[in-house]
Nanobody, 131 residues
Framework: QVTLIESGGTSVQAGDFLILSCTIS????????MAWFRQAPGKEREFAAA????????YYADDLKGRFAISRDNAKNTVDLQMNSLKPEDTAVYFC????????????????????????WGQGTQVTVTS
C-alpha cells in the first residue's frame, strides 16, 4: 500500500492549461503503474490517463487524447497530468490511483482501467474551469 496525494487543482479559465501532480509515499513508485481519473459533479468517476511503471507507455481516454499528457518521475516519486486547452466540461475532482497491474499494448482500453483497477487512491484535487 502506498499513499497518494494530489496537488495543483485550482480554478482556471477556459483555454488555460494546468498541471496536476501526484506524490507517492510509503513505497517505491517504480512498483506501480499510475493513472488519473476524474469525477464531474453528478457523474460517475471516469478514466483519464495512465502510465506504466517505467513511463514508456501511456494510455488516454479517447476524448482527452492530444489535450492531456501524463508523465512520471520515479526519482521524485511523482506523476503529473498536464491538461491543455481546458474546457468547462473538464471541471471535476481529479484522482490519482496506483496499481501493480498495467495492460499490455494490445489490451489497453478505458474499461480495463474503469473495471476494478486501482489498489490505492488519493483524496482528489478540484479543478474548476470557468468560461
Amino acid at each position: 500500500q502506498v499513499t497518494l496525494i494530489e496537488s495543483g487543482g485550482t480554478s482556471v479559465q477556459a483555454g488555460d492549461f494546468l498541471i496536476l501532480s501526484c506524490t507517492i509515499s510509503g513505497g517505491s513508485s517504480r512498483s506501480y503503474a499510475m493513472a488519473w481519473f476524474r469525477q464531474a459533479p453528478g457523474k460517475e468517476r471516469e478514466f483519464a490517463a495512465a502510465i506504466n511503471w517505467s513511463g514508456d507507455t501511456t494510455y488516454y481516454a479517447d476524448d482527452l487524447k492530444g489535450r492531456f499528457a501524463i508523465s512520471r518521475d520515479n526519482a521524485k516519486n511523482t506523476v503529473d497530468l498536464q491538461m491543455n486547452s481546458l474546457k468547462p466540461e473538464d471541471t471535476a475532482v481529479y484522482f490519482c490511483a496506483a496499481d501493480t497491474r498495467f495492460c499490455g499494448p494490445a489490451y489497453c482500453s478505458t474499461s480495463y482501467f474503469e473495471d476494478d483497477w486501482g489498489d490505492n487512491w488519493g483524496q482528489g484535487t478540484q479543478v474548476t474551469v470557468t468560461s
